[in-house]
């Protein structure tokens, strides 16, 4: 998987599955050419290949309205939606939590939690923080206007907090 610069297993599966394909096609054809002397053309040859739902984030394929929702509910396609790769070098804090206000104890200089406060830790974090919402709602908004999401999903996973004034 490293040498073929593979990700994950998902990917991988696709791969096999590519090559099965290939290998199988090749047996059949060589098999007619050798049979018939000739090679046989069907219509489906010169068809064009028709996608039906296509996501051009994740560049994958679906072919029944049931595999597209199940692809656009997946966990995977969702943190596509929200993480790009700038991501990590456009943020300077971490990750906001839900809690949009300065921690009172970190102001004091008490506050022991590090970075497991749920709040933030000084006014630039804060800032950020509230920025990182704003644009992962107009994230979600393109999303939404382009079909890539649901319109009645609301579940976001780690993201879900941010969104729980809208509707």
């Not at 984030?57 to 997946?74: L, P």
């Not at 800032?127 to 206007?145: F, I, S, T, V, Y």
């Amino acid at each position: 998987m490293k040498e073929n610069g593979i990700q994950d297993m998902e990917q991988f599966y696709e791969l096999w599955l590519k090559s099965q394909k290939n290998e199988k096609s090749d047996d059949v054809a060589s098999q007619s050419n050798k049979e018939n002397g000739k090679q046989i053309h069907m219509p489906t040859d010169y068809a064009e290949v028709t996608v039906d739902f296509h996501c051009w984030m994740c560049g994958k394929n679906c072919n029944s309205e049931k595999q597209w929702q199940g692809h656009i509910s997946s966990e995977k396609h969702k943190e596509k939606v929200f993480h790009t790769e700038d991501d990590q070098y456009c943020w300077q804090h971490r990750f906001p939590t839900g809690y949009f206000s300065i921690c009172d104890r970190y102001m004091n200089g008490t506050c022991t939690e590090g970075n497991s406060c749920k709040f933030a830790h000084g006014n630039a974090e804060l800032h950020e923080w509230e920025e990182r919402r704003d644009a992962l709602k107009m994230k979600l908004n393109k999303a939404r206007k382009d079909h890539l999401i649901a319109p009645n999903d609301n579940d976001f996973g780690k993201y879900s907090f941010l969104f729980k004034d809208l509707n």
